[in-house]
């Protein structure tokens, strides 16, 4: 889709080159070909500055997990034969096969049913520059679960894993997962949610940092009722490659999802992609879904890819739609804030808050809302715009 | 005594292929307690006049001056134009999602009065003015412009007036689109606006029906992208009756009938 194009995008430019129902997915790395760049799923990123995650890497470290647990959750290191893992869904690329075939213990981190439990922050440092590790954490919302967890990603080095959220039924569970690595480090995630009867997931990703950041999001329902939410807040600088792959794969009736991401890019080689795809299977009735990505392109050499996908096999759902548009700064808001007094620096800030006002709104933790305002407000300071 | 002096101003607009002139040689000085009414057909170029005073970047000044108190106003930036004192009421205001009312209100207020006003007051006087011009409260807290109605624009446009205090207001077709409670509402904000101070208000209009509500001391025709006529009120009588025609050799009319 054009870069810098700020008419919405329309219906049919983008066609699937196969169905997202015939998407290949496994848990060993080897049923997986190394990509070359070339494949679909592929072609937006930069496989050179994967630390060759695609292709085979041994690790060479390991990433630190540490989880601050309020009362009642509980956090374990299992093994990875505890076969209460790889519940939420399969690896769908090779890099997650990779993860999957590779990490050696994993974190699973259980919120209590029927009780709402205090925000779980799970900080996951980094191997460490020129170092690769492989990881996998897993998320339990127990029936009538309510709760919070906030996954940290920091520090440096090439790091995949998959991260699972089961969300039973009559559960609710926010996520929040933000990206704030090291300016050289490289994340590949998959993130898999299945949710029971009922149940409701807010899910939020933001990415800020990193070098290479590509996070697949995928949304299963193994029940009525289902209803997902996925948020997504970045902030691309110059020579950053940020790669969101939401999946939302609706093969429940009467389920819900609506996907909102956002993105600023600024600076030469600043590279967001947004890959939406939304598949409302046979048996979905009554599903409802829209999707949505908005990109913001604050300086020349940035470039946005978005594009989003809507399959649908059945009529007999309550609605389905997408929009994506990728737009420069709006001059015409520029010149009302000014022409009531604001410096021009100070209307380019609150026109930028405000187009990430809507998501920062909505995330109920004030320690990671003012968090996100700083990191925000530093990032504009940063280009001096 | 503010004085807005405008002479022989020549604009021309960026269009696809060449520029293509617009103003061709505006005159007008307007001075604290004086309210100018700009009247003309459309495309005579009266909105060009208002957006090359506020400094939109779309319009490019090739010649004459335009000085606020003798200060150039065409060197200052869009914002310097508005903290001097000069002020805009937009024909079609702008929404900015994201950002509230209150928070735009205080930041402009803010910028032109030079420091943050004191909350409580401040708090009160946003109210009152909200009040005065018949402004849920709750308008308080939406984006700015988003979603509101014509007339709710309008509105907010003149709240903004009332609450900056401009030396120099100049206010582009704020009468369009609105219906008969809306323009009393609004026409009596600007007279509030104008018995509060020393202000000069450059009224710009199709029609002559907002004249009834706010008495101008000078009418001026503009066709052909210059002032053609200037007089009393009572040249707006005679436009009222007659129309554009004797400017612009077509029959368009100064009024809704």
């Given at each position: 889709m054009a870069a810098l194009s700020t008419q919405p995008h329309s219906h049919g430019a983008v066609v699937p080159v196969a169905s997202r129902a015939e998407h290949f997915t496994s848990y060993d790395v080897d049923a997986f070909e190394v990509p070359g760049g070339r494949e679909e799923i592929w072609?937006?990123?930069?496989?050179?500055?994967?630390a060759g995650l695609h292709s085979g890497a041994a690790a060479t470290g390991s990433a630190a997990v540490e989880v601050n647990a309020p009362e009642g959750v509980t956090v374990e290191t299992v093994g990875r034969d505890d076969d209460r893992l790889g519940k939420a869904g399969v690896p769908g690329d090779r890099v997650a096969a990779q993860a999957y075939s590779s990490f050696s213990d994993a974190t699973i981190v259980t919120l209590p049913g029927d009780a709402k439990s205090e925000p779980a922050t799970v900080t996951v440092t980094g191997p460490g520059a020129g170092a690769v590790a492989y990881g996998h954490i897993q998320v339990k919302a127990s029936q009538f679960a309510e709760g919070t967890v906030i996954l940290d990603f920091r520090g440096s080095g090439a790091y995949a894993e998959n991260v699972e959220f089961l969300v039973a039924d009559g559960a609710h569970l926010t996520v929040i997962a933000i990206h704030?690595?090291?300016?050289d480090a490289v994340h590949v995630s998959q993130h898999h949610m299945k949710l029971g009867r009922d149940a409701t997931l807010r899910h939020t990703v933001v990415t800020l940092g990193g070098d290479v950041v590509r996070v697949t999001p995928v949304v299963q329902y193994a029940g009525r009722g289902g209803d997902a939410e996925l948020f997504g807040l970045y902030f691309a600088d110059a020579g950053q490659h940020q790669e969101h792959r939401p999946f939302i794969d609706h093969a429940q009736p009467n389920c819900r999802s609506n996907v909102v991401y956002k993105g600023a890019l600024q600076g030469d080689g600043a590279h967001a992609v947004w890959i939406g795809d939304v598949l409302i299977r046979v048996?979905?009735?009554g599903t409802e879904t829209f999707e949505l990505n908005r990109n913001l392109i604050l300086t020349d050499g940035a470039r946005a890819d978005s594009v989003p996908n809507l399959e649908i096999e059945t009529g007999e759902i309550e609605g389905a739609g997408h929009a994506s548009a990728t737009g420069r700064f709006d001059d015409e808001q520029l010149f009302y804030l000014q022409a009531r007094g604001i410096p021009e620096e100070q209307a380019r800030r609150l026109v930028v808050r405000g187009f990430f006002q809507e998501l920062i709104a909505k995330i109920a933790v004030p320690e990671v809302r003012e968090r996100l305002e700083a990191a925000i407000e530093a990032e504009l300071e940063a280009v001096g715009a | 005594m503010a004085t807005l002096e405008i002479k022989d101003l020549h604009v021309s607009v960026v269009s696809e292929d060449a520029p293509k002139e617009i103003l061709k040689g505006v005159d007008l000085t307007i001075k604290a307690g004086e309210t100018h009414a700009i009247m003309g057909p459309n495309g005579s170029g009266k909105s060009t006049l208002s957006y090359a005073i506020a400094g939109h970047p779309k319009y490019t000044i090739t010649s004459g001056t335009v000085t606020l108190d003798g200060e150039d106003v065409l060197e200052m930036s869009v914002d310097e134009r508005a903290r001097a004192g000069l002020f805009l009421a937009m024909q079609y205001p702008v929404e900015v999602p994201g950002v509230s009312m209150s928070n735009f209100l205080r930041t402009a207020a803010t910028a032109v009065r030079g420091e943050a006003p004191n909350l409580r007051h401040w708090v009160k006087e946003v109210k009152g003015a909200m009040a005065d011009l018949d402004i849920d409260p709750a308008f308080a807290e939406r984006s700015v412009n988003e979603g509101f109605s014509g007339g709710e624009k309008k509105r907010h446009e003149i709240l903004q007036l009332g609450l900056l205090q401009p030396k120099i207001a100049i206010l582009d077709e704020t009468d369009s689109g609105l219906d008969v409670d809306a323009l009393r509402v609004v026409s009596e904000g600007v007279n509030r606006y104008k018995a509060n101070g020393e202000v000069g208000v450059m009224l710009i209009t199709h029609y002559t029906r907002i004249l009834k509500y706010i008495q101008p001391d000078f009418v001026h025709v503009f066709a052909g992208g210059r002032i053609v006529e200037s007089g009393g009120r009572e040249l707006a009588d005679v436009l009222e009756s007659e129309g554009y025609v004797k400017y612009t050799g077509s029959k368009e009319a100064a009024t809704l009938s």
């Open positions: 072609r937006f990123t930069p496989l050179k500055r994967l704030d690595w090291a300016d048996a979905a009735e | -």
